[in-house]
């Protein structure tokens, strides 16, 4: 019995020592992705090509600026169906370094407040700034609910970062270049939907006339460029 027991003593030492000789080996496997949100668009379906067409040089007023009829302007943001989010829109002027600060309209702060104009260019001749042009909000959309009075804006709009929660009333003041504007809801907070629409009425306004070459045609235009986030 005993020289059986050592037998199977010696057997089980055995599988203990090829144990450490089986191979082993690990990896993973790694799951990651981003979900992105819908894409919103943005375009001006009143037609982005504004046109004053020819104004005569003897039109223009000899010792003031002269304001020309506004234009409307459309701009409309959609974002996919059942994706509702608030959205925060801010304008560029292209040609900043023409725009000349004119004179404001009664009662309201627009082309005297050189963050609120956009430039439309340089006369060839006597090499002066041609004027400005004004965006002056009319209303907003959202989901079919118009706003008349009131938006909201932010001051911190070179980060794009903060949401806009103040309000003003849209009757006094042109776009202001530097802010990020949203619509509001009836409770004076930024709107949530998924299609908004922002009217405006786009306001020239041309330099004196003694400023300007009555020798030659002076071409002029600007561009604004509309930009938006949503959140």
């Known amino acids: 019995m005993k020289r059986f027991k050592l037998g199977t003593s010696l057997s089980i030492a055995g599988f203990a020592a090829l144990a450490p000789f089986i191979a082993h080996a690990a990896s993973e496997i790694n799951v990651k992705g981003v979900i992105t949100p819908s894409a919103c668009t943005v375009n001006i379906p009143s037609g982005n ?3 004053w067409g020819e104004i005569p040089w003897s039109s223009l007023n000899k010792t ?5 009829p506004a234009k409307p302007a459309t701009i ?3 974002c996919p169906e059942g994706t509702a989010t608030k959205t925060a829109m801010w304008i560029v002027d292209a040609d900043p370094s023409s725009a000349l600060v004119g004179k404001n309209s009664a009662g309201r702060t627009d082309h005297g407040d050189s963050g609120r104009i956009f430039g439309i260019g340089m006369d060839p001749v006597t090499k002066n700034k041609i004027g400005n042009f004004v965006l002056k909000p009319v209303s907003t959309t959202v989901d079919g609910v118009t706003n008349t009075t009131t938006f909201g804006y932010n001051r911190d709009a070179a980060n794009h970062m903060s949401t806009p929660s103040s309000r003003a009333l849209m009757s006094n003041w042109a776009y202001y270049t530097a802010e990020e504007w949203s619509p509001l809801d009836a409770s ?3 709107a949530s ?3 908004f629409t922002w009217n405006f009425e786009v306001e020239p306004q041309i330099n004196k006339a003694s400023q300007i070459s009555a020798t030659t045609q002076v071409p002029w235009n600007g561009t604004a460029q509309v930009n938006v986030r949503y959140y």
């Open 188 to 190: 004076n907070n930024p």
């Open 49 to 51: 090509d504004l046109d």
């Open 64 to 68: 003031d600026f002269t304001t020309l």
């Open 76 to 78: 409309v943001i959609n």
């Open 193 to 195: 939907g998924t299609s």
